[in-house]
């Protein structure tokens, strides 16, 4: 066992706000989305399928608009607040900040456990291209 692996626990969930591989996926299937907050080449490179590019200054400034915008028949429904956020980032650490930030806005906001190293390791697959 190395450094790295004392640092980069991929056990279970850090906090509250992380959820485990196969508990994204059921969130996912339950009408959640994923959202990736990398840089628009970081996300070319290899994204999770089905994950929205979204700004983190679009955050900051309007997260229900940022993360929900795109579908406005989602807009239209109440319960769309409380539907599950995946956030995915560089580091799982981000995430997890950007997931509390939004849980601060009353969404239900959830960072990946692992996150998209994990989610390779787990035999889960990266699409490459631009945001659709």
């Known amino acids: 066992m190395?450094?790295?692996d004392l640092f980069n626990k991929d056990d279970g969930p850090a906090d509250e706000t992380t959820v485990s591989i196969p508990d994204a996926l059921k969130l996912l299937?339950?009408?959640g989305v994923v959202i990736d907050v990398r840089t628009p080449t970081e996300y070319e490179r290899g994204h999770m399928p089905g994950a929205k590019l979204v700004s983190i200054t679009d955050l900051q400034s309007s997260p229900m608009d940022a993360v929900w915008g795109h579908d406005p028949l989602a807009m239209l429904d109440p319960a769309t607040s409380q539907k599950a956020i995946i956030v995915v980032s560089s580091?799982?650490?981000h995430a997890s900040a950007i997931a509390h930030l939004l849980?601060?806005?009353d969404?239900?906001?959830h960072s990946l456990a692992g996150?998209?190293?994990g989610w390779v390791?787990?035999?889960q697959v990266l699409l490459q291209g631009p945001p659709s």
């Open 2 to 4: 190395g450094l790295r």
């Open 29 to 31: 299937a339950e009408g």
């Open 91 to 93: 580091t799982p650490a």
């Open 103 to 105: 849980r601060d806005n």
């Open 107 to 109: 969404l239900n906001a």
């Open 115 to 117: 996150g998209l190293l």
């Open 121 to 123: 390791r787990d035999g």
